[in-house]
């Protein structure tokens, strides 16, 4: 008979280890969108780390073996699996993520993220994220590759869903926030060699890289493009050293067209590709302070780093094509011909789309004049 994998629950932390005997062990997990009002008792945390565990253990830890495929690039058994550390990392918006650490007998480990939602949004929300991911792995090497998707029924009725999913190490979370002197600055969450601001340098490396990642996204033809994503939800992550920057986008919670219908004239598809940087634009500088404090709208660099960021994603593979290059060509003739007048219509049109009770459009349209301008300039700048 072989061993069994050790597995080990922890929050937050993976050296705070939680048992049946902890105090956190009965704790409810924090309701997710969609929960109110629905008619079964709140899940806790032991649901939470039980259900973890059945779904990694299944089908001879199927999932674990899925990720070290994908991370290690290195085929295992269960017989190789020394112990497995499931930590609860944060509660979502949608779902609870949580980072698994794989630790095997040669001394070798690795990670992946799990995420599980209770709810019916949240289930729904985890059906869409899984199917975007899966569309843009094969073309995008900037997101998570994903590693099974399962839902399941409690005994009293709840059904909850999970996903595998790559882990970045060592990238972090990162957000606007004000220092000592009340000055603006973006402050990278690193647990393990304590939290830092980027030099501005470094901030608009960070813009430039997200503003790519975007356009790289966006399929000019069909209109698809990630959405909605927001700074404040910790969407993206950085890996930052004295030299450069990385970044990596960890969710996709949808991947379709703004548009109800999407034309295939080049003029239509250049000036959708123009509504969507501006989108873009605006997008980008809008963060809460500390990623749960108020609004904050981040600062004028940001502004040429999304029009370089978006210049680099149209030399991305959706760009390449014999097509691709004559819509190229179309998009930045389109954008050196806007005046300061054209911008501010398409910002008012993309302000309008937003939900009217977002917190965010009173910063937009606060700032909307001076970014306008910003933006006009930033085009004259690098595209005439």
């Known amino acids: 008979m072989t061993d069994t994998p050790l597995i080990r629950y ?28 629905q008619s079964w008792h709140p899940p806790k945390v032991c649901d939470y780390f039980i259900a973890a565990e059945s779904h990694l253990r299944e089908n001879e830890f199927e999932v674990i073996r899925a ?71 094969s073309r995008i090497e900037f997101i998570p590759k994903v590693f099974g998707k399962k839902t399941y029924a409690m005994k009293d009725g709840l059904i909850y869903s ?30 393990e060699k304590g939290n830092y601001y980027l030099s501005k340098e470094h901030s608009f490396k960070l813009y430039r890289k997200i503003a790519f990642i975007m356009t790289c996204c966006y399929d000019p033809y069909t209109g698809d493009q990630i959405h909605p994503w927001h700074h404040a939800a910790g969407d993206f992550i950085i890996k930052n050293d004295d030299i ?15 548009f109800k219908e999407m034309p295939d004239d080049i003029d239509s598809l250049a000036e959708a590709a123009t509504i969507f940087l501006i989108g873009l634009s605006l997008r980008t500088r809008i963060d809460r302070a500390d990623g749960v404090g108020d609004t904050l709208w981040a600062d004028d660099f940001a502004v040429q780093a999304t029009v370089q960021g978006f210049i680099d994603g149209l030399c991305s593979s959706n760009f ?14 389109l954008l050196s011909q806007l005046n300061s007048e054209d911008i501010f219509d398409y910002s008012r049109l993309i302000i309008e789309s937003y939900n009217p009770l ?19 300039q930033a085009f004259e700048k690098f595209l005439c």
């Open 358 to 376: 977002s917190p965010d459009i009173p910063v937009i349209k606060k700032n909307i004049e001076n970014h306008v301008r910003k933006l006009h």
């Open 244 to 258: 450069d920057v990385d970044v990596r986008l960890i969710t996709v919670r949808q991947y379709a067209s703004l």
């Open 67 to 137: 990720g070290a495929l994908h991370t290690i690039f290195e085929s295992i058994i269960p017989q190789d699996i020394e112990g497995v550390n499931i930590c609860l990392v944060k509660h979502g918006r949608f779902y609870h993520p949580s980072k698994v650490i794989v630790r095997l007998k040669t001394n070798q480990s690795f990670s992946m993220a799990l995420n599980i939602a209770f709810s019916h949004e949240g289930n729904a929300c985890v059906d869409r994220e899984y199917q975007a991911l899966i569309a843009l792995n």
């Open 162 to 191: 999970m996903f595998s999913a790559q882990w970045f190490e060592n990238y972090h979370e990162f957000h606007l926030s004000l220092d000592n002197d009340g000055v603006q600055k973006i402050i990278v969450w690193d647990s």
């Open 10 to 37: 922890s929050i937050s932390d993976p050296s705070h280890l939680v048992n049946p005997a902890s105090g956190e062990w009965l704790t409810p997990l924090p309701l997710s969108i969609g929960s109110e009002g």
């Open 320 to 333: 390449t094509s014999h097509h691709g290059s004559a819509l190229k060509k179309k998009i930045i003739a």
